[in-house]
């Protein structure tokens, strides 16, 4: 059972452009909602978290929206750069995030120049 | 942001061999430190969790024999892979958790291992 649902697979998005990601979970025992941005050979890196008590949160270009009653949320990254090209998790987890993450499959964002 | 390390970055073994991976929190303590394995273009499976002075607690599927996790400080967790075989390679990531005097319980990652294993 795949508790966190996260599309599309791979995106490709115009320099200055947004690129969104949308992710669903299951387990309404989440509370915390983190995104991951990895480069290939690197570890996971934090880019914006957000618990279920706010419905949107930003951070420089990086906006996360939750929709609690519909189990979803997403990330918008604005003006969007060749930099940002990497891979991109949406995780879960319970105990305000001190439990272990529950990943989504991540999502391959390609910005064009 | 808080910094984790692991040692080695990359390891490559015989069939059989054990492999011993360190992460380290290097600028606060972690009361609980989290580790994944991740095949390639695949996404992160939680395999563990390790609390400071306990046993770790595995995720269904993953074999506590042969993966062995030891937690002896509030900034150090290893991981050993016993007698380790080719389904083994992967790479291996630790994360610890701040839970402290960082804000919330945001987990933070180390750079990863890749073991392979021939």
């Known amino acids: 059972q795949q508790q966190v649902k996260q599309s599309p697979q791979s995106l490709i998005v115009q320099k200055g452009g947004i690129s969104i990601i949308n992710c669903a979970y299951e387990n309404t025992a989440f509370d915390y909602f983190p995104w991951y941005q990895q480069f290939p050979g690197k570890g996971p890196a934090l880019l914006i978290a957000i618990r279920p008590d706010v419905s949107e949160k930003k951070e420089g270009r990086f906006t996360i929206s939750f929709n609690k009653s519909a189990k979803q949320f997403s990330l918008h990254i604005m003006d969007s750069q060749p930099g940002d090209s990497a891979t991109y998790f949406c995780a879960a987890s319970r105990g305000g995030g001190a439990d272990g993450l529950t990943f989504g499959k991540g999502t391959h964002l390609i910005i064009q120049p | 942001g808080a910094v984790v390390s692991q040692h080695p970055s990359r390891v490559i073994c015989k069939s059989g061999t054990s492999v011993k991976i360190e992460c380290r929190s290097l600028d606060f303590q972690a009361t609980t430190m989290f580790w994944y394995r991740q095949f390639p273009k695949q996404s992160l499976m939680l395999m563990a969790t390790?609390?400071?002075?306990?046993?770790?607690?595995?995720e269904q599927g993953v074999e506590k024999d042969k993966f062995l996790i030891n937690h002896a400080s509030l900034t150090l967790s290893t991981l050993t892979v016993t007698s380790a075989h080719p389904e083994d390679s992967s790479f291996y990531i630790c994360s610890a958790g701040s839970g402290g005097p960082l804000s919330y319980n945001e987990q933070f990652f180390g750079p990863g291992t890749r073991l392979t294993v021939l």
């Open positions: 390790s609390n400071e002075g306990s046993k770790a607690t595995y």
